[in-house]
């Protein structure tokens, strides 16, 4: 078993639901994500999506796309993500995605990123622009690596769409709350749970829920029929409030535990 099954394994014998954080690699530095993932970790997420910096992330709003301009602004790549997470890896044992658009994973080579994110301790991968209908490939390769392929499901997905990703997904799945890009919203969809009951006639994985969740409301609404929530907008907006903050990391660290209780 891998580190995500591990994590979902956990809570459900402790009956508990999960909390999984996006933040962006790079944002505000490489240095302050470093502290920020131990923060995360310590704050109990059950995964940690790491956001790789994209300059045209057509599915996000606007608070990521700041995120990923204030990270792109210091030139790192791929490399100096899966860096960090080498050195992250030896602190904290909570698994690690990376989160991100398919051109600069193919720009870096697909299967020197499966090789290489797997020696650094990433656990698996969610491409936002791949359809399962094309991700065959990508796919195997990740599995040959020992990587979970992350996949995202939508309230306009077919029953056809959800048995595809049903057969090639590990880990978990990501169900998106409603249409349209990332932000925060004042409430969630219902479109959300009649989502999660559809995919649960196809799949047995745990199925996250993310797209507009920004408090603790939201988060045990959620968690009345998923087994865990994504929360990104929200918190890459405090991290963004908190730029130039000298103890930015344990701050936010004290802001994320409200959703992980």
């Known amino acids: ?31 302050t994500t470093a502290q920020i993932l131990v923060e995360l970790a310590h704050a109990e997420a059950t995964v940690i999506e790491l956001g790789v910096p994209f300059s045209d992330p057509m599915a996000d709003g606007p608070v990521i796309q700041r995120a990923s301009e204030r990270a792109l602004k210091h030139g790192l790549g791929l490399r100096d993500i899966l860096d960090l997470v080498a050195g992250v890896r030896r ?32 656990d698996g991968v969610l491409v936002t622009d791949l359809s399962p209908e094309e991700a065959g490939e990508f796919e195997s ?71 507009g969740i920004s408090n603790v ?11 865990a929530v994504v929360i990104g907008s929200a918190i890459v907006a405090e991290i963004e409030r908190l730029e130039g903050a000298a103890n930015l990391a344990q701050r936010l660290g004290e802001f994320v535990k409200e959703f992980s209780y």
């Not at 402790?14 to 962006?24: E, L, N, S």
């Not at 044992?93 to 299967?111: A, C, D, R």
Request: net charge positive; glycine share 8%; charged share 25%.
């Open 1 to 31: 078993m891998g580190r995500i099954q591990d994590a979902f394994n956990e809570l459900r014998q402790r009956g508990r639901k999960g909390f999984i954080p996006f933040v962006t690699a790079g944002d505000p530095d490489l240095e």
């Open 91 to 122: 602190r904290i044992e909570t698994p690690i995605i990376l989160f991100s658009y398919f051109n600069p994973l193919l720009q870096f080579g697909v299967k020197r990123l499966a090789e290489e994110a797997k020696a650094a301790g990433v």
């Open 141 to 211: 390769v990740l599995r040959a690596n020992g990587l979970d392929m992350i996949f995202l499901i939508a309230p306009t997905s077919t029953d056809e769409r959800l048995k595809l990703v049903a057969q090639h997904a590990r880990g978990f799945i990501y169900a998106v709350s409603r249409a349209g890009v990332t932000g925060v919203r004042t409430s969630v969809s219902a479109e959300a749970e009649k989502l999660v009951n559809r995919m649960r006639q196809f799949s047995s994985l745990p199925i996250a829920v993310g797209f």
């Open 217 to 227: 409301e939201q988060v045990k609404d959620v968690h009345r029929y998923a087994d």
